[in-house]
């Protein structure tokens, strides 16, 4: 089971597996908009407020479910497979290859990893990945929990290259991703998410002061699955 108010670290992993991603050429999108910009915060761990995984040996890696080193400490949750399309504003919506994207979340409880005390140094449901000839990083983590004041979503940040996604001063772009309220609830209601249900339905998306300013809907994820097979979202990502 999940880990609970006494602060363990599950040792099981999602009892869903993620959908294996496609690798058919995806046609471009006819117009893309800068994703909106956000704050990564101090749970960014990129270096800005002092602590930093992005030098870590394993942090370029598709499954963010288990700790970077490889070590005991595994997020479980129901599976949600996040693909992460990365295209140039300027350059007429091209897929840009190449680019990295660091992605991170809260698990169930919505905890962060490496800044929860209860968490025993865990740093799941964090990783870094490098975008595809389609412009696509791909991402197998689970659907989040989410904590008091924040509707249940993701945190990103783009670099030009995974060479240089190694400190905060290199990054092109940093956003939020909302994951659906059907998804969410689906999940929650399957596994042990703690006080997540209670949290989102006391922050309604309209209430998020990340997604306040997204008229467009370029900020959500689109969600296809079940929680039994495992969910897959796709967002596109204009730098």
Excluded at 31 to 43: F, K, M, Y
Excluded at 129 to 150: C, E, K, L, S
Excluded at 180 to 187: F, K, L, T
Aim: hydrophobic fraction near 40%.
């Amino acid at each position: 089971m999940l880990a609970g108010a006494c602060g363990e670290v599950a040792d099981v992993a999602s009892t869903t597996t993620v959908p294996p991603s496609t690798t058919t050429t995806v046609a471009w999108p006819a117009s893309c908009t800068r994703i909106p910009e956000e704050i990564a915060g101090p749970n960014g761990a990129d270096g800005e407020y002092g602590t930093s995984v992005l030098d870590r040996a394993g942090i370029v890696r598709r499954d963010v479910r288990s700790n970077i080193d490889g070590t005991r400490a595994r997020a479980d949750g129901v599976a949600l497979q996040v693909r992460v399309r990365v295209v140039d504003t300027a350059a007429g919506c091209r897929p840009i290859a190449g680019a990295a994207v660091y992605l991170w979340s809260p698990d169930a409880y919505g905890r962060y990893s490496v800044f929860d005390p209860a968490l025993d140094g865990a740093t799941y449901l964090r990783g870094v990945q490098v975008t595809d000839a389609d412009g696509f990083a791909v991402f197998d983590g689970i659907v989040p929990g989410t904590y008091p004041g924040r509707w249940p979503h993701f945190h990103f940040e783009v670099y030009p290259s995974a060479a240089a996604a190694t400190t905060y001063r290199n990054k092109i772009a940093t956003s939020d991703l909302a994951v659906p309220e059907d998804v969410c609830r689906a999940a929650f209601a399957a596994m042990d998410y703690g006080p997540s249900l209670r949290n989102m339905v006391n922050t309604p998306m309209s209430d998020d002061p990340s997604f306040t300013d997204d008229t467009a809907g370029l900020q959500r994820l689109a969600v296809a699955g079940s929680v039994a097979a495992g969910y897959v979202g796709t967002v596109t990502v204009g730098v």
